[in-house]
């Protein structure tokens, strides 16, 4: 079968998947859909006993650093969560009794004051208090850059949205304002959406979700209109979290009572995801933070929790409805579905389809899935009413599904292959006749380890079959001929699996694409040694920035991307010239232009007198070098020139693996005439491994205080001449000072 037959539509890219209707699922990097991951309890960070501590607020920086407020005793602690130790940092309580959301960037922490209704602004150096926002705040919320959002109350009791830098002043540009009615909670999501919880004019619980100059409405399930919402909280994906508990627990036939998790999960469009199961001793939720990771932190009375997302959903479902397909032609008719997949084990993929030459029902749909105002939940509930009688379910494929061997060494999950390994699933449509082919794919799991994900889908059309070459007889009667359709189907896979390799050939350059394989192949063109220990996603990140690394091939900036990619971190690179300045005794200025030292003019020799060169005393003819021309005064400094250190943060452990591999690399990507020395940096202690503005910090210091704790004049001179202090001129003996 030749390309030009076949009419491919293709889903690739992560647009191309956006475009459809994600339920339960979430989207992949760089493209790609699997199921959605909801957050598990894992343990407890730090344990409170009954009444003695309480985190009211929480936050965490960009070291997993946790900083949490103690509402029992108004501390603001410090909680290092790779060693597990507590530092106590500032006394909240002076600033206010009762403490709200905290959020920080790199230079500052905001505190709501609850009490007071305002918020503090903290510097993160030395943790003083740098300016006020006094205007009846009732909650912040932090878009993770310039700005940050206030849900404030006016005089009359009016609710509205402002906008502040991180410096604390007002931006001129004005934020929508949507009618707000109980506002309880503020929270900024991707692209600076804001979400905030509130209780619209018919007495029904939700949020107004903000995007520029435009507001949607998103009632909560009727499930939860009972409930008391409190708290809100966005992570980096997206994801909605919001606290909310009813007033009276649900009682069972038993006799015994439940307390319902007050932790509620929301897709970003605002669908309902479900309850996350905690500790059922834990009352309230008063406050949430996320890492880098998306692991979640709660604060309670009970203590700090930590919840990680690496657990799946088990028995619950992720359903994926693609946009309209089009062909192009009435009655046209639909060939096959190819998809890449990875099917781990206790884990399904279910394939629906449905065509039609309905133009009001394309149209339909294609309205609903490009309208943001819709939830998915309503989304989904009107493609059930319109379709719901009519998808053809063509296959379910789990992990025992027998894969094709493809062009990107992919194959299916037998006991020889590990349980993620890439798999290429045919399907052949049978009631393939109409212009648009929707599609549904409903992924599951049944395992908490795995879960599965679709990384490609390709829908060819029209239906030529290779029944068509064959005479006409074999096409007489449908049941024979259908049959023999589906025989010849098999063949037409392996065909088209040949000819799709050989019209894929670019991917063999592309290092993003490129099979695993050949990874090593391409490194060769590129004159990189490449380490078989390296994974595999290490290894196409170098490779894709070859043409930028050959451009900054020897320079500092250069060798640290490259450092980076191998070890994943950033190394700071000192070239050891550039430590100190250099005194050099010229008798002219020649090049030097005010490095200029003259011997008894601006500097002194300490030890006299100078002894001179003498044969036998200070040197042995044939040890020491005797020149007949003048020595240059750079030749002493050129060791210095062309030395260069690498500091590196690691675990002595990793760095340790990885310190063979990079000192290969850097062999042969250095400057032939350079040096270079590795050090690694120590953790924040005293000793070796300590290095000034690196990995060291003053803590526990005394500010200077004018007039509190020194006495301008008498112990401490201030002056602007170039001279030293001179005894009895411009300083005094005084109490407090000696004379030494």
Not at 348 to 368: M, N, T
Not at 668 to 678: F, G, Q, R
Not at 717 to 728: D, F, I, S
Request: hydrophobic share 40%.
């Amino acid at each position: 079968m030749k390309a030009q037959d076949l009419k491919t539509q293709m889903f690739q890219t992560a647009s191309q998947w956006q475009s459809g209707l994600l339920v339960r699922l979430e989207a992949l990097e760089p493209a790609g859909i699997t199921l959605f991951s909801r957050p598990q309890f894992v343990r407890w960070l730090r344990a409170f006993a009954p009444g003695a501590e309480r985190a009211d607020s929480l936050a965490l920086d960009e070291c997993r650093q946790i900083y949490w407020v103690d509402g029992v005793s108004g501390w603001l602690y410090r909680f290092e969560l790779k060693n597990e130790q507590q530092e106590r940092m500032l006394r909240m309580g002076d600033y206010t009794s009762h403490s709200g959301r905290m959020v920080l960037n790199d230079r500052t922490l905001w505190l709501v004051d609850r009490s007071q209704q305002r918020v503090l602004a903290f510097s993160r150096e030395h943790l003083q208090l740098q300016y006020l926002i006094e205007n009846a705040a009732i909650d912040l919320a932090f878009d993770g850059g310039q700005y940050l959002y206030v849900l404030e109350k006016n005089h009359e009791g009016a609710f509205y949205l402002s906008k502040y830098d991180v410096n604390g002043l007002r931006a001129t540009e004005a934020v929508f304002q949507p009618e707000f009615h109980d506002p309880q909670g503020l929270a900024a999501g991707k692209a600076s959406q804001l979400y905030v919880i509130d209780t619209d004019a018919h007495g029904s619980k939700g949020f107004h979700r903000i995007a520029g100059n435009s507001s949607t409405w998103i009632a909560f399930p009727k499930e939860l209109q009972s409930l008391a919402p409190t708290l809100i909280a966005i992570d980096a994906r997206g994801n909605i979290f919001v606290v909310a508990t009813e007033a009276m627990p649900t009682a069972h036939p038993d006799g015994d009572t439940e307390e319902p998790s007050p932790l509620h999960q929301f897709s970003p469009d605002g669908s309902y995801l479900g309850q996350v199961n905690i500790p059922n001793s834990v009352r309230s939720i008063h406050s949430i933070a996320f890492d880098a990771r998306n692991a979640v932190y709660l604060g309670t009375e009970q203590g700090i929790a930590y919840l990680n997302v690496q657990t799946n959903l088990v028995g619950h479902t992720g359903v994926y409805y693609s946009r309209t397909l089009d062909n192009g032609a009435k009655q046209g008719q639909w060939h096959r579905l190819r998809l890449q997949a990875d099917l781990p084990p206790g884990t399904s993929i279910e394939v629906q389809y449905y065509a039609s030459d309905d133009d009001a029902l394309q149209s339909a749909i294609d309205r609903l899935l490009s309208n943001p105002s819709i939830g998915q939940q309503e989304k989904e509930h009107r493609i059930t009413r319109w379709l719901g009688s009519q998808w053809s379910v063509a296959e379910a494929f789990t992990d025992s599904t027998k894969a094709d061997q493809t062009s990107s060494g992919g194959s299916g999950a037998t006991e020889n292959n590990p349980p993620s390994s890439p798999q290429t699933l045919h399907l052949l449509f049978q009631q393939h006749v109409g212009r648009y082919l929707w599609l549904k794919l409903a992924l599951s799991t049944f395992d908490e380890q795995y879960k599965p994900s679709v990384t490609e889908m390709q829908v060819y059309s029209p239906r030529l079959s290779y029944l068509r070459f064959l005479p006409a007889i074999y096409q007489e009667d449908a049941v024979s001929s259908a049959f023999l359709e589906k025989f010849l189907a098999l063949f037409e896979t392996v065909f088209d699996g040949l000819d799709t390799e050989i019209r894929q050939t670019f991917r063999y350059f592309d290092p993003e694409v490129v099979p695993r394989e050949f990874l090593d192949w391409l490194s060769t063109w590129l004159n990189f040694a490449l380490q078989e220990e390296w994974p595999e996603a290490r290894t196409r990140r170098l490779l894709s920035r070859a043409h930028t690394l050959f451009k900054g091939k020897g320079t500092p900036a250069g060798l640290a991307e490259l450092i980076e990619i191998y070890t994943g971190q950033r190394p700071r690179i000192v070239e050891d010239s550039r430590l100190a300045k250099p005194m050099l005794l010229v008798t002219s200025p020649h090049d030097y232009g005010d490095r200029v030292f003259r011997l008894g003019v601006n500097s002194i020799v300490k030890r006299a007198p100078v002894r001179g060169f003498r044969l036998g005393d200070d040197a042995i003819l044939g040890k020491t070098a005797v020149r007949d021309v003048v020595q240059e005064p750079e030749e002493s400094l050129v060791q210095d020139a062309h030395r260069f250190t690498v500091f590196l943060n690691l675990h002595q452990a990793t760095f340790t693996s990885l310190e063979p591999g990079l000192r290969r690399l850097l062999s042969a990507y250095i400057p032939a005439h350079t040096e270079y020395s590795l050090r690694l940096l120590g953790a924040l202690d005293t000793g070796a491994g300590i290095y000034i503005e690196m990995n060291s910090e003053l803590t526990d210091y005394r500010p200077f205080w004018v007039g509190i704790d020194s006495t301008l004049g008498r112990a401490v001179a201030v002056m602007h001449q170039p001279e030293g202090v001179l005894l009895e001129r411009n300083a005094r003996l005084t109490r407090g000072m000696k004379l030494l």
